[in-house]
């Protein structure tokens, strides 16, 4: 079974940008997760979504934003980029419904804002 | 507040003896635990995962224990390879409502095994 995949790998914005991070599951996997990790904040969680829609959100500004399609496969969305957005961004996937599931990660997006 | 916490934030083991990670939270609603490992530039790799009806679960060289009274976990590597060294992270998650999909991470622990 193939992994999460995510892409593009590696991406360079300026402040001000908007930018959008795709994100494919699992086959099978219905649940998507999205963290950031910056090297002063660790691991932070950003959003999940199941069955297209969105099921729990962390403490980060409105300028994050996602959806999640028919087909389970995520976006998310950052606009009004800041230097501080600058971060790997993961995407993980597990088979959902329930919150006590493995989830298993992408290779990441590592985003950079100048 | 960090509700997860890697207070050792380096280990180095010589190959074939144990590595001995610890995790500490502060949250008791956290109903499940897990380990990961990763490398730079790479997404976690699961490694093992246990829940709080349980103490212990093993899988080949890795085992995870769980001690709630003591909101302690740990994973240990029996025996340490060289190519475990990476960056181990323990994370928490809880049951439904603000639980869904939602995992806390510690700061994780760079293990160095050395040959």
């Known amino acids: 079974k193939a992994g999460v995949t995510q892409t593009p790998r590696y991406l360079i914005k300026t402040r001000g940008q908007q930018v959008t991070l795709s994100c494919s599951p699992i086959?099978?996997?219905?649940?998507v997760s999205w963290y950031q990790q910056t090297p002063g904040q660790g691991l932070q969680f950003l959003f999940e979504y199941f069955s297209e829609t969105q099921r729990n959100k962390g403490n980060f500004p409105g300028r994050f934003s996602g959806r999640q399609f028919s087909n389970s496969r995520s976006e998310m969305n950052v606009s009004t980029l800041e230097l501080g957005d600058s971060a790997l961004y993961l995407c993980?996937?597990?088979?959902?419904?329930?919150?006590?599931?493995?989830?298993?990660f992408g290779p990441g997006t590592r985003l950079l804002v100048l | 507040d960090q509700q997860v916490k890697q207070n050792s934030p380096s280990l180095s083991v010589q190959e074939g003896r144990i590595s001995i990670l610890n995790c500490d939270y502060t949250n008791s609603m956290f109903d499940y635990f897990l380990w990961y490992k990763k490398y730079p530039a790479e997404g976690p790799t699961f490694l093992i995962s246990?829940?709080?009806?349980?103490d212990k679960n093993e899988d080949g060289r890795f085992t995870v224990f769980l001690n709630k009274s003591a909101k302690h976990l740990s994973l240990h590597i029996v025996p340490s390879q060289p190519g475990d060294s990476a960056v181990y992270f323990c994370a928490a998650g809880g049951k439904g409502g603000t639980s869904y999909g939602k995992l806390t991470f510690g700061q994780g622990t760079i293990l160095t095994v050395h040959p």
């Open positions: 993980a996937s597990s088979l959902g419904p329930t919150s006590s599931e493995t989830q298993y």
């Open positions: 086959s099978g996997h219905r649940s």
């Open positions: 246990i829940s709080s009806i349980k």
